[in-house]
């Protein structure tokens, strides 16, 4: 079965408070534009995300989460000098931290740098259609000159989520894939 693929950039997602100490008290996120994830969008606002040999300016995205947490490559990672695990959105226990600054102030984050795993969002049902359940780890085939097999792909079903398999850039620019494209879930 096919699903669309979609590559994504290094981004920020920041906690309220993490917000206000960035941006000053009272501060709210401003919204730019949708993404494909019901509820997601990406905000106007940008952070220089601080690691011990370098620093990049990265998008934030909304809405606020509980925990700040910042998601790399593994380029990236390098660039900021950083090790950085390969985790589920939101797994950042044991993780390294950076400095985050903003035009009203400065975070030290203690963690919360990831490169995120390689993961497909699905509703419910697409999870049943396509045989698996939240939590399950599968392989993706993609075509073309430059295919290959995504091995360990996280399936992240929820009612919530719209069908979607998320890769950074590295992996999709190695596949020679772009946004939208479709890829086969192989199990």
């Given at each position: 079965?096919?699903?669309?693929?979609?590559?994504?950039?290094?981004?920020?997602h920041l906690s309220q408070a993490d917000v206000e100490a960035l941006f000053?008290?009272?501060?709210?996120?401003?919204?730019?534009?949708?993404?494909?994830?019901?509820?997601?969008?990406?905000?106007?606002?940008?952070?220089?995300?601080?690691?011990?040999?370098?620093?990049?300016?990265?998008?934030?995205?909304?809405?606020?989460?509980?925990?700040?947490?910042?998601?790399?490559?593994?380029?990236?990672?390098?660039?900021?000098?950083?090790?950085?695990?390969?985790?589920?959105?939101?797994?950042?226990?044991?993780?390294?931290?950076?400095?985050?600054?903003?035009?009203?102030?400065?975070?030290?984050?203690?963690?919360?740098?990831?490169?995120?795993?390689?993961?497909?969002?699905?509703?419910?049902?697409?999870?049943?259609?396509?045989?698996?359940?939240?939590?399950?780890?599968?392989?993706?085939?993609?075509?073309?000159?430059?295919?290959?097999?995504?091995?360990?792909?996280?399936?992240?079903?929820?009612?919530?989520?719209?069908?979607?398999?998320?890769?950074d850039l590295e992996e999709g620019n190695a596949a020679g894939v772009k946004?939208?494209?479709?890829?086969?879930?192989?199990?």
């Amino acid at each position: 079965m096919k699903l669309p693929i979609a590559l994504s950039n290094k981004h920020i997602h920041l906690s309220q408070a993490d917000v206000e100490a960035l941006f000053g008290a009272g501060y709210e996120l401003t919204h730019k534009k949708d993404l494909s994830q019901p509820g997601q969008y990406a905000c106007e606002e940008m952070v220089e995300v601080v690691g011990p040999k370098g620093s990049t300016k990265m998008r934030v995205l909304g809405p606020t989460r509980p925990e700040s947490q910042v998601e790399v490559s593994l380029a990236d990672a390098r660039g900021l000098g950083l090790a950085v695990p390969v985790r589920q959105s939101g797994d950042v226990e044991g993780t390294p931290g950076c400095k985050l600054v903003g035009p009203k102030g400065e975070v030290e984050l203690e963690r919360g740098v990831i490169v995120a795993s390689r993961h497909i969002h699905m509703s419910l049902e697409d999870a049943e259609n396509f045989g698996v359940k939240d939590k399950d780890v599968v392989s993706v085939q993609t075509e073309g000159e430059r295919g290959l097999l995504f091995n360990n792909v996280l399936v992240r079903a929820n009612a919530a989520f719209k069908l979607e398999m998320h890769v950074d850039l590295e992996e999709g620019n190695a596949a020679g894939v772009k946004n939208g494209d479709l890829v086969t879930l192989v199990k």
